[in-house]
């Protein structure tokens, strides 16, 4: 019998959920190896749910994933763990992750701390105009790329292909201008007239997941915001992700705060996956749960609800068993200790910041070259 909703827990840590309650470098490398199927792995880890760990697979379940809720919900946070969680199930040689701050917020408040992981190209704030145009351009150009080198494949049936004509010719030995191959190709937008090193004959395509914070910010600006004018841009090349992105290999995971500037566009119409967060309590108490409770809607019809895993929380100092060394001076060994300064009793790193940098030490061990910026392609 299923269990019901009360039996959520109050917050829940995203760490946890992913079974990575440490997260080192030899954990990571054990998940990304069982995950190597030749399609890159799309699971993300929305939180603790009344049977466990609830997630969503974008390849079998999406291809996209919409989140709805009002101001203090818990979307952006929500959509931090989505990003942690994609990059601790593959490879950034086989995952890329572009982030967009809808709302042009200072420097990408919402998404920009998850810069730090080794998966993500960039990171978009709607707030710049010539950039915001560059995106789109760059975003529309890798689609048609993608488009052109599929032909009337699609991205699982082309990896299949590409796969079994690699295992027929065998590894290639690196020329001796090569200092190293990574094992997966890069993502190369830019093209260029004179080629100093051969290109592989079939580049491996990694799979590319975009995260857009207050999406409805971009398809309605608000009057006098600096992204306005090149707002329609950015949310054209979105929508080209959402209509063509499944075949392509690129998903949509996208954050809406008025769901009524959304209804019409290609990606409220077409994501299969739904997830709709409850609104913060007017007269907040202390026995309220923390933002981020809400439902994911499957594609079948099914409702789940789950309590978002925190990813930006901090953990105590002393969790890390690192010890603290102060200098002691030899007059003073027999003085009570001294209280430590108020600097020192302050909170530790971030769990998306441990994340990060686990990520970062497993990928120089498997020599992942993460997948290139997008760069826009030349006339």
Known sequence: PGQPAAALPWSARLLDELGLARATPASLMARWASAADGTADCTAVLGAGPHGPVSVDLVEEGPHLLIE??????RSELLRSVAASLAAAERPDRLGLLLVDGAGGERGEGLGACTELPHVLELLVASEPVRMREFAQ????ELKRRAELLGRLDFTEWHSRHEVAERMVGPRSP????????PSGTLRLRTTSARTEPEPE???????????DD?????????GSPGRPAAGSVVRALEAVARDGERLGVHLVASSA???????TDLAQGARLRVVLDAPPATPSPDDPSPGRGRLGHPDG???PFQGGRVTGRIPRTATLRPTVVPLEWERMGDPPARRPVRELG??????????SALERAARSVHAVPVAPLAPAHP
């Open 69 to 74: 809720g009002p101001s203090g919900s818990g």
């Open 138 to 141: 760059a975003l529309g150009a």
């Open 175 to 182: 020329s001796g201008s090569e200092q190293r191959t990574p």
């Open 202 to 212: 079939q580049p491996s395509l990694p799979r590319l997941v975009v995260l857009v």
């Open 215 to 223: 999406f409805d910010a971009l398809v309605a600006p608000a009057l």
């Open 258 to 264: 008025c769901p009524n500037r959304t209804s019409d």
């Open 302 to 304: 099914r409702v789940t």
């Open 347 to 356: 909170n530790g790193p971030t769990d998306l910041a441990l994340l990060a």
